[in-house]
């Protein structure tokens, strides 16, 4: 079984920052690549961006320049970094994660969410 746990949301102005962090632990045996997603209210979840296993990145265009998704795999731990916040930013942020178990089963793991909210 794996678990997959958020933290770091909150309440922030608008331009300030945040750094997000989602820790898997459990069965793990290998896990490759992290993915950031976030969905504010009303609206669909949607990709933010993602790590690969040997740390390429990649974002979508309304967040490129503003946030950095980082890994620290000794920590099973992915960080979402975000800077310059602007209120359209204000969602539940998840993450998820490709993990094979250690009974050989890969697959998605997703968290439960961290509530961020921009506004002054």
């Known amino acids: 079984q794996v678990h997959i746990v958020e933290s770091g949301g909150g309440l922030v102005q608008p331009g300030g920052s945040l750094n997000l962090s989602c820790a898997a632990s459990?069965?793990?045996?290998?896990?490759y690549a992290w993915a950031w997603h976030r969905q504010a209210a009303g609206n669909q979840r949607t990709v933010v961006g993602h790590i690969t296993s040997d740390g390429s990145t990649n974002y979508v265009p309304s967040v490129r320049g503003r946030v950095t998704i980082s890994r620290d795999d000794a920590k099973n731990t992915v960080y979402l970094q975000m800077n310059s916040l602007k209120p359209e930013d204000t969602a539940v942020y998840y993450c998820?994660?490709?993990?094979?178990?250690?009974?050989?089963?890969?697959?998605?793991?997703w968290g439960q969410g961290t509530h961020v909210t921009v506004s002054s």
């Open positions: 998820n994660a490709d993990i094979r178990t250690t009974d050989g089963i890969r697959r998605t793991y």
């Open positions: 459990g069965s793990i045996s290998t896990l």
